[in-house]
């Protein structure tokens, strides 16, 4: 009896494995979701590969002179990028320490003004077809100061500017400019910093350009000092086409009569930045505050600073994958007669 048991068993664990193999191969659908390579998470390219390496310099600490300047041009060299699936292209720079007009005293602390720019170019020279505007320096953190507490102090920032993708070669090397056109900006007590990583490759891929005066460089000698074992926070950002969203919840506002008290909630995946935008016509709308970079997001606007007309408010949040959604606006009334006079 024992044995007719075993007998049947085998039999039955071999019509199993029969079965098994007669079957189909199951579909791409039944395996569920099959990883690409080209999943819509954004790729980055750097000189340092690792972004997390670059804390150096622009958090705090020994600056080492690494500012973005009127005078001072920092240059990376990428090997050719290839751009097959992806939809969009940004090239950018992670930033910090911007300074305010009494740095490093607190009696103004008006930001110094500045423009920021990069420049994309598969050789080593830059024009204006190849130049691309990147950030104010009052819309990057806030160096802080040493015995006083300043508001928009916070870590260094990656901030992306949108480029046609077709600028970025698969096929020649990609060298990339970071520069500013504000004469402010002659030294690390007035410019913002980038930041730095140490690099673990020796290759001749980074240099800096202290010939400038406002404008990228062209023509000779623009690889003008090479930069060895550190590398600037300079870098490529591919974006996958994909349906990511991002929703701006709960956006509330106090109006009162000298500030209008701002609150609200992103919702999304990895949302990096948030703010505040006006319009008088629904159509045509303005930033105007700086970036929120962490929840939650609260933001007081003195009333008389955006307009003393009626306007409309709205909060903006932005993904990583550079998609971007807005809150349903609110209607702001025009300030009393009496008020617009003072």
Same mark, same amino acid.
């Given at each position: 009896?024992?044995?007719?048991? =075993?007998?049947? *068993?085998?039999?039955?664990?071999?019509? !199993?494995? +029969?079965?098994?193999?007669?079957? %189909? &191969?199951?579909?791409?659908?039944?395996?569920?979701?099959?990883?690409?390579?080209?999943?819509?998470?954004?790729?980055?390219?750097?000189?340092?590969?690792?972004?997390?390496?670059?804390?150096?310099?622009?958090?705090?600490?020994?600056?080492?002179?690494?500012?973005?300047?009127?005078?001072?041009?920092?240059?990376?060299?990428?090997?050719?990028?290839?751009?097959?699936? =992806?939809?969009? *292209?940004?090239?950018?720079?992670?930033? !910090?320490? +911007?300074?305010?007009?009494?740095? %490093? &005293?607190?009696?103004?602390?008006?930001?110094?003004?500045?423009?920021?720019?990069?420049?994309?170019?598969?050789?080593?020279?830059?024009?204006?077809?190849?130049?691309?505007?990147?950030?104010?320096?009052?819309?990057i953190p806030r160096e802080p100061l040493p015995n006083d507490a300043l508001a928009g102090?916070?870590?260094?920032?990656?901030?992306?500017?949108?480029?046609?993708?077709?600028?970025?070669?698969?096929?020649?090397?990609?060298?990339?400019?970071?520069?500013?056109?504000?004469?402010?900006?002659?030294?690390?007590?007035?410019a913002p910093i980038v930041a730095a990583a140490m690099g673990d490759s020796s290759a001749e891929d980074v240099w800096l350009n202290r010939s400038i005066k406002g404008n990228a460089p062209s023509g000779d000698g623009v690889l003008e000092t090479p930069i060895s074992g550190l590398k600037p926070a300079i870098a490529i950002k591919l974006v996958p086409a994909n349906?990511?969203?991002?929703?701006?919840?709960?956006?509330?506002?106090?109006?009162?009569?000298?500030?209008?008290?701002?609150?609200?909630?992103?919702?999304g995946e990895d949302v990096r930045a948030a703010w505040l935008e006006v319009s008088y016509d629904k159509f045509d709308w303005q930033r105007v505050t700086g970036y929120l970079y962490k929840a939650p997001y609260f933001w007081t606007l003195g009333r008389g600073e955006v307009s003393k007309d009626l306007f409309y408010l709205r909060a903006a949040a932005q993904d990583n994958l550079e998609n971007t959604g807005y809150s349903k606006e609110i209607t702001v009334p025009a300030m009393p007669a009496a008020a617009k006079e003072e």
């Amino acid at each position: 009896m024992v044995m007719m048991r =075993y007998f049947f *068993a085998a039999v039955v664990l071999a019509a !199993g494995l +029969s079965a098994a193999r007669a079957q %189909p &191969a199951p579909s791409e659908g039944d395996r569920g979701p099959a990883f690409s390579a080209k999943s819509p998470v954004p790729v980055y390219f750097a000189p340092e590969k690792n972004l997390g390496k670059y804390y150096l310099y622009a958090d705090g600490g020994f600056h080492a002179d690494w500012y973005v300047g009127y005078n001072n041009c920092w240059i990376v060299k990428l090997p050719p990028v290839d751009t097959a699936g =992806y939809a969009k *292209a940004f090239i950018g720079a992670k930033l !910090g320490r +911007s300074k305010i007009m009494s740095w %490093p &005293a607190s009696w103004d602390t008006t930001p110094i003004p500045g423009k920021i720019y990069m420049a994309l170019n598969q050789s080593p020279t830059f024009n204006s077809d190849h130049t691309y505007f990147l950030t104010e320096a009052a819309d990057i953190p806030r160096e802080p100061l040493p015995n006083d507490a300043l508001a928009g102090v916070d870590s260094s920032s990656w901030v992306w500017a949108e480029i046609p993708l077709s600028r970025v070669s698969a096929g020649a090397d990609n060298y990339l400019a970071l520069w500013s056109s504000s004469r402010y900006f002659t030294s690390a007590s007035s410019a913002p910093i980038v930041a730095a990583a140490m690099g673990d490759s020796s290759a001749e891929d980074v240099w800096l350009n202290r010939s400038i005066k406002g404008n990228a460089p062209s023509g000779d000698g623009v690889l003008e000092t090479p930069i060895s074992g550190l590398k600037p926070a300079i870098a490529i950002k591919l974006v996958p086409a994909n349906e990511y969203k991002v929703l701006v919840k709960g956006f509330s506002a106090e109006l009162g009569e000298d500030e209008i008290s701002v609150s609200f909630a992103a919702i999304g995946e990895d949302v990096r930045a948030a703010w505040l935008e006006v319009s008088y016509d629904k159509f045509d709308w303005q930033r105007v505050t700086g970036y929120l970079y962490k929840a939650p997001y609260f933001w007081t606007l003195g009333r008389g600073e955006v307009s003393k007309d009626l306007f409309y408010l709205r909060a903006a949040a932005q993904d990583n994958l550079e998609n971007t959604g807005y809150s349903k606006e609110i209607t702001v009334p025009a300030m009393p007669a009496a008020a617009k006079e003072e």
